[in-house]
Nanobody
Framework: QVQLVESGGGFVQAGGSLRLSCSSSGSIYIVTAMGWYRQAPGKQRELVARITSGGDTNYADSVKGRFTISGDNAKITVTLQMNSLKPEDTAVYYC??????????????WGKGTLVTVSS
């Protein structure tokens, strides 16, 4: 009964900022990593940023220096601060959590996505 819900998407002009947030309605007992993925029009889904339970982060080269990911494993929340947005950042952004519940095996949990549109 885990459900991830994203918020914070919208329309913004190039150079602007947005803050995406994701929260879980259910409990995940062990979290290994949380992250954000995106899928742009005509493109495959790609990793944007990821943070492990130990606090290590990984960013796509295209967003390094502009985006910052943060998370709370206890609360199972993950945030993506996006600055200096470019039209190329336009995509549906998906929240992802890798972990398990007490009665389940490890798996990826996904949100339904939030649309970010950056105009030129």
């Amino acid at each position: 009964q885990v459900q991830l819900v994203e918020s914070g998407g919208g329309f913004v002009q190039a150079g602007g900022s947005l803050r995406l947030s994701c929260s879980s309605s259910g409990s995940i007992y062990i979290v290994t990593a949380m992250g954000w993925y995106r899928q742009a029009p005509g493109k495959q889904r790609e990793l944007v940023a990821r943070i492990t339970s130990g606090g290590d982060t990984n960013y796509a080269d295209s967003v390094k220096g502009r985006f910052t990911i943060s998370g709370d494993n206890a609360k199972i929340t993950v945030t993506l601060q996006m600055n200096s947005l470019k039209p190329e950042d336009t995509a549906v952004y998906y929240c992802n959590v890798n972990g398990r519940r007490l009665t389940d095996s490890y798996r990826d949990y996904w949100g339904k996505g939030t649309l970010v549109t950056v105009s030129s």
